[in-house]
């Protein structure tokens, strides 16, 4: 029994901007557990608004790994984790957990969607991101990403030209669903300002308009809103989810800071529990670290799953796109293989 990994460098095939940066190379770790002769993988994406980097992550491995020992156990590999690093670091324990339910799949010939009984339903239509740049630019990338068919845009705002960006984009793609998402970048008087060009260029929902400590901001702005809002920031843990049911229409519900697939699962139980709508999505990340969310995906109402499709080089292969559809992952485990 052992648990490996190695760190490898992602390039997006553009700088992609939000409102906090913009990166064109994101450090990814890749897990392997291996049992018997079986193996399971899992990827560590490292956000630092979450605390977490690509050091950071090098620096926790040696200190959780020895909490996986057995793939079954999946209840008591979350409370080992848990005990030996209480707070922090989830892109470590989702790449982990990964690891044990892609190793567990593997073991019995199943994909994991099915191994854990989840729902065989087609997957939502995934957004398609525009990452926030010069308008020329955004403009040129939604022009570009419905000429390929895609049908949901998903648009990154926080600049004083959000207006524009909106009105333009609109122009850009008529028949396009458009989503926005903040990353938190708004005040509360600015994001007033904004739901009626929200409204007007029929936007489906938004994402994280105001600071993610701010609940009682986005409550406020959630009545007065036509729009739906999303949490997203303000969302770090399973236990956060009653809390933003007073604030927020729905959440998005991303693997890595989470803490892996099974706590994004407790989230999204939660989350409909609570009357919530569900989005899952993702950071950037390798086509594993998507296959591992779109096993989720038929649970939820939208999925914003794009993060391989944004990069110059995928070292996994696997997952079936036709523009913003994905197919099912198919196979065993999550369904795919280093490219």
């Known amino acids: 029994m052992s648990v490996t990994w190695e760190t490898r460098e992602l390039r997006t095939a553009q700088p992609f901007g939000i409102a906090r940066w913009t990166h064109s190379v994101y450090p ?17 994406a490292p956000n630092a608004f979450y605390g977490e980097t690509g050091a950071t992550v090098e620096a926790t491995l040696p200190l959780l790994a020895g909490a996986l020992t057995d793939g079954w156990d999946w209840d008591g590999l979350h409370a080992r984790l848990t005990a030996r690093m209480p707070q922090g670091h989830p892109s470590v324990k989702c790449a982990l957990e990964m690891a044990a339910l892609d190793w567990a799949a593997r073991s019995v010939e199943l994909p994991v969607w099915r191994l854990l009984g989840l729902s065989p339903s087609p997957l939502p239509e995934s957004s398609y991101t525009v990452s926030l740049g010069e308008l020329p630019e955004m403009r040129r990338q939604a022009r570009e990403a419905v000429g390929r068919g895609h049908g949901v845009l998903k648009v990154k705002l926080g600049t004083a030209a959000d207006e524009r960006v909106v009105e333009a984009l609109r122009e850009e793609a008529p028949h396009a669903a458009l989503r926005v998402d903040a990353n938190a970048a708004w005040t509360r008087a600015g994001a ?148």
């Open 192 to 339: 007033r300002r904004m739901l009626g060009v929200l409204e007007a260029a029929g936007v489906e929902l938004v994402e994280q308009p105001l600071a993610a400590g701010d609940l009682e901001g986005h409550a406020a702005l959630r009545r007065v809103s036509r729009v739906p809002l999303v949490a997203d920031e303000s969302l770090h843990h399973v236990g956060d989810v009653p809390a933003l049911a007073r604030a927020f229409d729905g959440v998005n519900l991303k693997l890595a800071k989470l803490g892996g697939p099974l706590q994004a699962l407790a989230a999204l139980r939660l989350a409909r529990a609570h009357g919530l709508s569900v989005m899952v999505g993702c950071m950037i990340e390798s086509s594993l670290g998507i296959a591992a969310a779109a096993h989720l995906a038929g649970l939820c109402d939208w999925a914003d799953l794009d993060g391989a499709l944004l990069l110059a080089d995928d070292p996994y292969a696997g997952l079936l796109w036709t523009a913003g559809h994905l197919e099912r992952p198919g196979g065993v485990g999550w369904g795919v293989q280093r490219a």
């Open 28 to 44: 990814r770790t890749f897990v392997t557990f291996e049992h018997g002769g079986v193996w399971g993988q899992g990827e560590a």
